[in-house]
């Protein structure tokens, strides 16, 4: 049997579980496992500047791809508790990810060594496991049982903690008869479906609420498969948004309280049947209950049985990977359609279209300083359906759910529950590391940039280039609207004059400065004429130079983004398009009125 250092048993198991890429820093309670990564070869490392950076890089990571898991690698003490937002982000959307902390010795766990801290015990609410390894001929059963737990049932992140004397002792491992558990995941069975599928084909306006669970299952294509056959309309939440294409006829527009369009809201209060599949019924989805649930049925699919019932009480619940469920509501309602049992949803679907054609919000504004509107207008002109957007939250990453356009699945790349300030820029170089040749646009606010902005560095040290769309308005933009109710204006300004850049005037920070004195490039827009043009000479200096490019819009202080505590009740803060110069950018399907379906059938809103 080989002899071998636990850490280097541990590296055997991470490469045999489809390990190939790992972010983090380095430390002295670590280092026996960096040396066995280096002995090891085989891994890819990219170094952080902070540890949540290296969490954040590791779900973005694991976000891009399916079957994607990030990892990431911190010593003892403060690097598993900067870790934690991590864990909570990826935790509340189901993601997996591996963080892996060093120790004090096990001699030295109770005695307030030097950064020994019981991260297990902080960890354990966020996790699916978090343990301490004590002995070391446990550590390859650790890691083995860490990947089955984080592939099995609901996704999630996983912890593990080495103390150092753990990593150096030497223990018997064979690594070429090593073996990944079996993934365990519940399948709904065949009655289920059909009961389900029954309740849908009696209702007369039924929609499809489609989650990040199908994106996490990969099966967005038997999503689109199964609406299609049924003819049903999809409402995707803000985590399934890709699942369906945006310009698919029967892409009927998310709902929610922020990031919605006003077309998705209107079809949802038109309903009157709810078909959820691998979604967790998020309260800025649905609003008020009452409001949301009044007059129509609800079946719920998810993984976790706990989400049954969890948020409401559904009419029929499924647990279900959403995978399995949408294999069996594709080939029944198929064998239901050959058999002329399927109801005729044309009218239906015309309904919805004809919403989508009428209610948009306008996107067009000539203003200096720039209307935020108008950026994603131009985004949406100069990036196309390929592009992997990546963004966390503010009222930036509001305006792009109600403006931008998505096509595909784990293209729209966003925290959705835990909304961390600052991850954006360390989960857009995961996803450049998950997929090098991909577009990559990250888009903030000027205080989500400012929160982890060294992790650009990073991207300029490793070659990891994406066009990084900042919109300034200096104001922490959210929580002033927030405000409002309080009618005050209070902590919220980040406009100072800056002694070194008076041509900014109020805006304060020179992110182009701090950008270019970190490796990478950056541009600034004050027109909106001119944004276009930057996006363009962006990716040019992308490609040019591979390092992150940081495309700087100037906004006007004070805008206010629709939303409302109610679906029926979104304020609406600015003019609302009512011509095809009013919103040029904005996409809807043909109604299907013969029958067709699919994007190629798909025309420009509105007409003059």
């Known amino acids: 049997m080989p002899r071998m250092t636990a850490a280097r048993a541990a590296v055997e198991v991470l490469k045999r579980e489809g390990v190939s890429d790992a972010f983090g820093i380095p430390g002295a309670a670590i280092n026996p496992l960096y040396a066995a990564m280096r002995d090891s070869g085989g891994i890819d490392h990219v170094l952080a500047r902070h540890v949540e950076g290296a969490s954040h890089m590791a779900e973005g990571y694991t976000r891009t791809a399916a079957g994607n898991i990030g990892v990431c690698i911190g010593t003892s003490g403060p690097a598993g508790t900067d ?113 389900a599928l029954g309740m849908l084909c009696r209702a007369e ?62 079809t949802l209060l038109e309903s009157d049947f709810v078909l959820g599949i691998g979604n967790r019924w998020a309260n800025r989805h649905t609003g008020g209950l009452e409001t949301y649930t009044r007059g129509r049925t609800f079946v719920h699919v998810d993984i976790e049985p706990t989400q049954i019932g969890r948020v409401f009480a559904p009419d029929y619940g499924i647990t279900s990977d959403a995978g399995a469920a949408l294999e069996l509501f594709a080939d029944i309602a198929h064998e239901w359609a050959e058999q002329g049992q399927l109801p005729d949803r044309r009218a239906w679907v015309r309904d919805c279209a004809e919403r989508k054609e009428a209610l948009h919000r306008r996107t067009h504004f000539d203003n200096v300083p720039i209307k935020p509107q108008r950026v994603y207008e131009e985004m949406n002109r100069a990036f196309g359906p390929e592009t992997r957007y990546v963004s966390s939250i503010g009222l930036s990453q509001i305006a792009a759910a109600q403006f931008l356009h998505v096509y595909r699945p784990r293209h729209w790349i966003n925290c959705g529950q835990a909304g961390p300030l600052g991850w954006t820029v360390p989960a857009a170089l995961g996803v450049c590391k998950a997929d090098p040749e991909a577009t990559v646009v990250a888009l903030s606010g000027d205080y989500d940039l400012q929160f982890l902005l060294e992790e650009l560095a990073v991207g300029a040290q490793f070659n990891l280039p994406y066009v990084h769309v900042v919109v300034n308005n200096s104001y922490l933009g959210l929580i002033r609207q927030a405000q409002r109710q309080f009618d005050m204006d209070y902590c919220v300004q980040l406009s100072f004059d800056n002694i070194n850049t008076p041509e900014l005037g109020a805006y304060g920070v020179d992110h182009l400065k701090v950008a270019e004195g970190l490796g990478c490039k950056a541009l600034r827009v004050t027109e909106p004429d001119q944004l276009l043009p930057a996006f363009d000479e962006a990716r040019k200096l992308m490609l040019e130079y591979r390092v992150p490019v940081l495309v700087e819009a100037i906004l006007e202080r004070v805008t206010n983004i629709s939303m409302g505590t109610e679906i029926d009740g979104i304020n609406e803060f600015e003019d609302l398009a009512t011509t095809l110069e009013d919103a040029p950018t904005s996409v809807v399907p043909q109604a299907r009125q013969d029958g067709a379906t699919g994007p190629e059938h798909a025309r420009p809103a509105l007409t003059d």
């Open 83 to 195: 870790m934690i937002t991590g864990l909570y982000s990826a935790s509340a959307d189901s993601i997996p990810i591996l963080c892996i902390t060093g120790q004090a010795p096990r001699s030295r766990l109770h005695k307030e060594d030097f950064q020994a801290v019981d991260i297990p015990s902080i960890a354990k609410p966020l996790t699916k496991m978090a343990l301490t390894v004590l002995e070391p001929s446990q550590v390859p059963g650790a890691f083995q049982r860490a990947f089955h737990e984080m592939r099995s049932g609901r996704p999630g992140p996983v912890l593990i903690d080495l103390p150092l004397d753990v990593q150096q002792s030497e223990i018997e491992f064979d690594p070429d008869t090593y073996e990944p558990m079996p993934v365990h995941r519940p399948s709904a069975t065949r009655a289920q479906i059909e009961k």
């Open 205 to 266: 306006r039924p929609l499809i609420v489609a989650g990040g669970g199908i994106i996490n299952a990969d099966s967005s294509d038997l999503l689109v498969s199964f609406a299609e056959t049924v003819g049903v309309p999809v409402v995707p939440t803000l985590m399934g948004w890709g699942s369906i294409p945006d310009d698919h006829e029967l892409m009927a527009g998310m709902a929610g309280l922020q990031t919605a369009h006003r077309y998705g809201n209107a």
